[in-house]
């Protein structure tokens, strides 16, 4: 994704153009914190409620930029050596084997026991380098020969010694390996770190990043993702389905339909062969839209009136 130079205004636009055009609706919010990340090689940390499109805003950057994506999903109990690297014990455990059966042959010159611990310390170095280093989606990034996109998932699901971890890839695009030293990106990784709220992330891995929020989309942009997602929809039927879900948010409930439940209820009601939405149908398929049967249970008595109001703002 080559940005334009010259004029910040012209080439946040052509972001924003580049976005829709791929499929992913993107406000002029969004195109500047994706600008600014380019020009500043900074991080962004994407908060806001699940479903909104925070991953795929990632994987949108990515298919742009024709870069690889490398995904670490983020979970507790997460640690460095399922984030960034380990060593190949299995791989060095048969060079032992292999060594210990030539060790004769390759202490014969050696003379004394001083002189044989200083050639076994030549060979001991030889397990601690790059052909026994195990590289994970962290290291894989900085490493790769191709761009890439490196997107951190759900970060707020991960520990905060984690996040110390991250603190270098974040400010320098390096990893510090004890035994061998400082790996340094050989292309820059677009980072993503996304997050849901889950908890507050900390000020050092604040610092290093550009902040991005977003949150539900007002019905017109609800409306545009849904056609840029499923272009086929009547437009009746997807003015309806936007209004339903848009009041559906105003509710009580344990969790709100987030877009990604949106657009698979609009796919729903397009096999269904739904033309309008009318009560039965949506009681029939409110498990696309509420993820809790309590809020299921609570809103079976409000559809009709949701079903009205619906159709009315559509028109």
């Known amino acids: 994704m080559t940005l334009i130079d010259k004029d910040p205004t012209a080439a946040i636009a052509d972001i924003q153009k580049r976005f829709e ?27 806001g409620p699940p479903g909104v499109g925070k991953t795929e805003l990632a994987k949108a950057t990515a298919e742009l930029m024709g870069a690889d994506l490398v995904r670490l999903q983020c979970y507790e109990g997460l640690d460095e050596s399922k984030a960034l ?17 030539k060790l004769g042959d390759l202490l014969e010159d050696a003379q004394g026991i001083d002189a ?13 380098s790059h052909n026994f280093l195990e590289a994970r989606p962290l290291l894989q990034a900085l ?3 191709n761009q890439t996109v490196l997107l951190i998932d759900e970060i707020d699901k991960s520990d905060h010694e984690f996040e110390a971890y991250l603190l270098e890839i974040l400010s320098d695009y390096q990893i510090t390996v ?3 030293g400082t790996i340094k990106a050989i292309h820059k990784p677009v980072v993503f770190l996304t997050s849901n709220n889950s908890r507050e992330m900390g000020d050092a891995l ?11 989309p007002d019905a017109d942009r609800e409306r545009q ?9 009547d437009e009746n039927l997807r003015n309806q389905l936007v209004a339903f879900v848009q009041q559906l948010r105003t509710q009580d409930l344990k969790k709100l339909p987030a ?26 398929t409110l498990n696309m839209l509420l993820k809790f049967e309590d809020d299921i249970d609570n809103m079976d008595s409000e559809i009709p009136k949701l079903v009205t109001a619906a159709k009315k703002e559509a028109r």
């Open 143 to 145: 490493m790769s020969d």
């Open 225 to 233: 993702i849904i056609q840029a997602r499923i272009p086929e929809i």
């Open 259 to 284: 877009v990604s439940e949106t657009i698979d209820w609009a796919r729903t009601l397009m096999l269904l062969h739904a033309e309008s939405l009318d009560t039965d149908m949506v009681r029939n």
């Open 85 to 101: 690297y380990e060593w190949k014990y299995g791989k060095q455990l048969l060079y032992t084997q292999i060594l210990k059966e």
């Open 116 to 128: 044989s611990m200083e050639k076994l310390h030549t060979f001991g170095d030889q397990f601690f």
């Open 206 to 216: 604040k610092r290093r990043c550009l902040h991005l929020y977003i949150p539900f």
């Open 21 to 47: 055009g791929a499929g992913y609706i993107c406000d002029r919010h969004i195109a500047t914190s994706i600008y600014l990340s380019r020009k500043l090689d900074k991080p962004i940390l994407v908060e």
């Open 178 to 180: 004890p035994e061998i």
